[in-house]
């Protein structure tokens, strides 16, 4: 019987958009599921090879639990992005969340095959030396024959 097959697209870059894709692609492969995700638009951000610069916003981001309420213009003054972010990865580190690059890790271990829409790198103007080694190249017709037989298939 073939292993089961799961599909992901994902389309942000920012931390909190991030971990979704990682943990679906890891917990799927670890269960022996053959996994791809199609990174595209901001999603490439995930492919680079540090993501210290990954951040979140508390800016048009209402349901992140803030420690006091806080009114939209002070979220959106200087400096709150990356308060906001270092706030969220203490939390995630103090609760044993895995990071970003531990997850990711993870995933390439199982053996998670990561496409970049070439499109997109092309339309940026990205580098391929920006991104990490374990990455393919390919356009949406190279995924969607993978999405096309999988199980599962979830856009983020």
Known sequence: MASKKMALIATKGTLDMAYPPFI???TAASLGWDVQIFFTFYGLQLLRKSLDGVQISPLANPAMPMPVPMPVMVQMLPGMEAMATMMMKKKMKSKGVASLQELRDVCLELEVKFVACQMT???FEFETSEFIKDVEYGGAATFM?????SDVCLFI
């Not at 024959?145 to 037989?149: L, S, V, W």
Request: hydrophobic share 55%.
């Open 121 to 123: 790198v092309d339309l």
């Open 24 to 26: 679906l692609a890891s």
């Open 145 to 149: 024959k993978f999405a096309g037989e």
